[in-house]
């Protein structure tokens, strides 16, 4: 079973995520954990990684599918993966797939959180909120102005890939305002379509 998790930041996604991995036994995968992973390991991505991120660069669309290319070989990966913020555009999508035919697989399914982003502004605002109330200092992500950025940001550039893989009939909406235990069932719910066929 091979997912993609799409939707804006603060949709719940890795709460989600979470979930799955420990249901079905296969890992998610966040491209900067497996960036920083090759990078501690020194593969030959890792390196080729490291030299980028030194000279102050985002990391090419080549060298983020080789690092996702490496990490599903490992043996946790076997029967699927979770791959959570990435792809961020339609160039990496296209990448991924290209990548994942020429070892015969495919994705199964593109799960998009959809959630109000004016409730989602509201979420991390309470977030702060209640963060300052109880003297902790707030989380960079949880800043207001911050998270409005991070969100015109997805709208931009990630936004767009839902639809790539609507067309490809992957895409599966999910209401991301529900209760969260009422979101796992949703998810549960689209994820039965495909073990039952595979």
Do not use: C, W
């Amino acid at each position: 079973m091979r997912l993609i998790f799409l939707g804006p930041p603060g949709a719940g996604k890795g709460t989600q995520a979470r979930r799955l991995v420990e249901k079905y036994s296969i890992p998610q995968l966040s491209t900067g954990d497996m960036l920083r992973a090759a990078v501690a390991a020194g593969t030959s991505i890792g390196l080729k990684a490291k030299a980028v991120m030194e000279a102050g660069q985002l990391v090419s669309d080549d060298i983020v599918i080789g690092i996702i290319v490496d990490r599903i070989e490992e043996p946790d990966a076997h029967d699927g993966f979770i791959l959570d913020g990435f792809p961020r555009t339609v160039a990496q999508a296209e990448a991924l797939d290209a990548a994942l035919k020429i070892k015969s697989q495919k994705i199964d399914m593109a799960l998009e959180l959809k959630v109000d982003h004016d409730k989602l502004v509201n979420r991390i605002v309470n977030r702060a909120e209640e963060s300052r109330t109880r003297g902790e200092e707030v989380r960079k992500d949880d800043d207001p102005e911050v998270f409005k950025n991070r969100l015109a940001a997805y709208e931009r550039d990630t936004a767009i890939v839902a639809p790539y893989y609507k067309k490809q009939g992957l895409l599966v909406e999910i209401d991301g305002q529900q209760p969260i235990d009422v979101v796992t069932e949703s998810i549960q719910k689209a994820l039965s379509s495909i073990l039952t066929n595979g």
